[in-house]
Nanobody, 120 residues
Framework: QVQLVESGGGLVQPGGSLRLSCAASGSIFSITATGWYRQAPGKERELVAAITRGGSTNYVDSVKGRFTISRDNAGNTVYLQMNSLKPEDTAVYYC??????????????WGQGTQVTVSS
């Protein structure tokens, strides 16, 4: 079993910052890639940022220059630093990880989501 636990969401004013964390635990052999997705009411879930085991990153155009994805040395905790937040960033943010378990199986895991609200 693998668990992804997100934290760090909340209410922030436009122009403010938040840092989201995603901690993976359980029967993990390796994590191939971790991504942050978001889903706003009435919209489809979209990939916001991702980081691979090799350290490559990619971002959706709307957050480039404002958001930064990073991870700790062990690679099991991934962060999303969000600066210059806009009201359109309001959404539930989900962590996703492609995990190879200690038994050699590969699964796609999701966290429970954390609400980010940008409003004055």
């Amino acid at each position: 079993q693998v668990q992804l636990v997100e934290s760090g969401g909340g209410l922030v004013q436009p122009g403010g910052s938040l840092r989201l964390s995603c901690a993976a635990s359980g029967s993990i052999f390796s994590i191939t890639a971790t991504g942050w997705y978001r889903q706003a009411p009435g919209k489809e879930r979209e990939l916001v940022a991702a980081i691979t085991r090799g350290g490559s990153t990619n971002y959706v155009d709307s957050v480039k220059g404002r958001f930064t994805i990073s991870r700790d040395n062990a690679g099991n905790t991934v962060y999303l630093q969000m600066n210059s937040l806009k009201p359109e960033d309001t959404a539930v943010y989900y962590c996703n990880a492609l995990v190879t378990t200690s038994h050699g199986a590969k699964y796609n895991y999701w966290g429970q989501g954390t609400q980010v609200t940008v409003s004055s």
